[in-house]
Structures are given as C-alpha cells and as structure tokens.
C-alpha cells in the first residue's frame, strides 16, 4: 500500500455573476493525507510544507 494526497476542494478566482478574465491574488486547496503503517507523519508532513513553500517562492519570483 501506498499514501496518498487528495485534493478535497479548491477555491479560487470568480465564479457565475462575478466571473472575470484576470488571475486572481489568492486561492485556497483543502487536502488530507492518507497513511499507511509504513508512513512516518511527521516526516510527510514536513515533505508537503517544504514543498509548497518551495512552489510559493517559485510562483513568487515569477510575478516580480
């Protein structure tokens, strides 16, 4: 067996009556991270921040 993340939701941007054509400042992602016996939680927890801070500071450089 394996882990794995699942995306529950995502929020962003507008939508029906608001709806616009420009990429909006924020968004947000729900997740949940399922484990197996195997799975050390903290070391994935800390794997999932390090990697999100990492595409922050990537989509960061992009728009200075």
Known sequence: ???SLNVRG???GWVRAEVR????SECIAEIDV???LESDPVRL???IKEHIKELLITVN???S
């Open 1 to 3: 067996q394996y882990p």
């Open 10 to 12: 995502l929020e962003s």
């Open 21 to 24: 054509t420009i990429v909006p």
């Open 34 to 36: 399922r484990l197996v």
């Open 45 to 47: 927890h800390n794997l």
């Open 61 to 63: 450089n992009l728009c």
